[in-house]
Nanobody, 124 residues
Framework: QVQLLESGGGLVQAGGSLRLSCTAS????????MGWFRQAPGKEREFVAA????????SHADSVKGRFTISRDNAKNTVHLLMNSLKPKDTAVYYCAAATSMVRVGTPGGVDYWGKGILVTVSS
């Protein structure tokens, strides 16, 4: 089992920044690809970003490209999501995800483990 714990969410004004963190524990060797999803009220959960084990391969959704950056610190079993130029439409619960490959982590059905989620609210 892998446990994922998110932190860093909260309320921010439009144009501001937040950095989300997700710390993994347990059998982390079984899931080397990490990602972030988000779910706004009344909407489906959507892919935000992913990063492979070595950190050399990343993927970002078009809606956040150029504003959000995913990174990881393997020594601390932690993945980060730096969110700049936040917009009200970025308001959602953000979920940390773990999977066995970049392909699998790109869709909710391919994720093996989820965090409980953390709320990000962007005010206008």
């Amino acid at each position: 089992q892998v446990q994922l714990l998110e932190s860093g969410g909260g309320l921010v004004q439009a144009g501001g920044s937040l950095r989300l963190s997700c710390t993994a524990s347990g059998r982390t060797f079984s899931t080397d690809t990490m990602g972030w999803f988000r779910q706004a009220p009344g909407k489906e959960r959507e892919f935000v970003a992913a990063i492979n084990l070595g950190g050399g391969l990343t993927s970002h959704a078009d809606s956040v490209k150029g504003r959000f950056t995913i990174s990881r610190d393997n020594a601390k079993n932690t993945v980060h999501l730096l969110m700049n130029s936040l917009k009200p439409k970025d308001t959602a619960v953000y979920y940390c995800a773990a999977a066995t490959s970049m392909v699998r982590v790109g869709t909710p059905g391919g994720v093996d483990y989820w965090g409980k989620g953390i709320l990000v609210t962007v005010s206008s």
